[in-house]
């Protein structure tokens, strides 16, 4: 299985990082057949595999139920899971059993959460002996404050991220993802920090770059980000569904070639 100090050593020697977000059995089984250093099982499944509108919708029990299909398909990828919104920053006895469920239940090598202002829980999270990402820039969970936007664009908000990116590795965190921010930013950051840093929409000086699964291979998603590159295209499966119907409709399908064909009638009606 590869281990966070697999993923440090590759840090410190220059080797990239790559990290797709995947959420069930068959993406995560394909993701370590070619060779994915990390997975992560983002809240972004409320949205891309549960049809919601938003993350807000995603419960610890979805989040659980995926995560646990993703270490079934990927048994020796680095995999980390997202604590959904309303699981984290209610209270310390509350948030952290949140955290131990998620990461004892999934099997998971880290747990995620968003935001600079989790610095004490990712302290504690950390002395109970949960391995912690943190994320920094644009936060999903937040876009109903934040909106869809570059985070980092002025002098004042790249130097708090510094700022919040050193603090979330002086909290403990063990790697750190950097969204939509400037990739000079990004660049710095990652020079600044011992911890990995994962990039998506910051520029290629990122340690390593996380992209979701259903967005490179273009699976049922309708609108795609800036820093979103397709690397196949999977659309194609509704052109089969089509020939597929067709068939249905005209008889063509299911041929001889799909046919059992013992004789099972004449023995039955020999019987009568």
């Known amino acids: 299985m590869k281990t966070?100090?697999?993923?440090?050593?590759?840090?410190q020697i220059g080797n990239k990082i790559s990290m797709v977000t995947a959420y069930d059995f068959p993406s995560a089984k394909q993701a370590q057949e070619a060779n994915i250093?990390?997975?992560?099982v983002g809240?972004?499944?409320?949205?891309?595999?549960?049809?919601y509108e938003s993350t807000v919708q995603v419960t610890i029990d979805d989040m659980i139920h995926h995560a646990k299909a993703?270490?079934?398909?990927?048994p020796d990828t680095f995999v980390v899971v997202d604590m959904p919104i309303g699981t984290v920053g209610i209270s310390d006895e509350l948030d952290l059993q949140?955290?131990?469920?998620?990461?004892?239940?999934?099997?998971?090598?880290?747990i995620k959460a968003e935001g600079a202002h989790l610095a004490t829980f990712i302290k504690k999270a950390t002395r109970m002996g949960i391995p912690f990402v943190a994320h920094l820039g644009l936060t999903p969970q937040s876009v109903g404050v934040t909106g869809y936007k570059l985070q980092g664009s002025t002098k004042e908000a790249?130097?708090?991220?510094?700022?919040?990116a050193r603090l979330m590795e002086e909290s403990g965190a063990v790697a750190l993802v950097l969204e939509a921010i400037p990739s000079d930013l990004a660049q710095v950051i990652s020079g600044k920090l011992t911890i990995p840093v994962i990039g998506i929409g910051a520029g290629k000086d990122t340690d390593g770059q996380v992209l979701v699964y259903h967005d490179m291979l273009n699976y049922g998603v309708e609108r795609h980000a800036k820093f979103v590159k397709q690397y196949s295209d999977?659309?194609?499966?509704?052109n089969g569904l089509k020939q597929y119907n067709e068939e249905v409709k005209s008889g063509a399908f299911p041929s001889e070639t799909h046919t059992y064909k013992k004789k099972i009638m004449s023995e039955v009606n020999n019987n009568d």
């Open 43 to 51: 809240d972004s499944l409320g949205m891309t595999v549960l049809g």
């Open 70 to 74: 993703v270490r079934r398909g990927a």
């Open 4 to 11: 966070l100090a697999q993923l440090i050593e590759m840090k």
């Open 37 to 40: 250093d990390m997975i992560l």
């Open 98 to 110: 949140h955290a131990l469920d998620l990461y004892q239940q999934t099997n998971a090598n880290a």
């Open 158 to 164: 790249a130097l708090q991220l510094i700022e919040d």
């Open 234 to 238: 999977f659309s194609i499966g509704i």
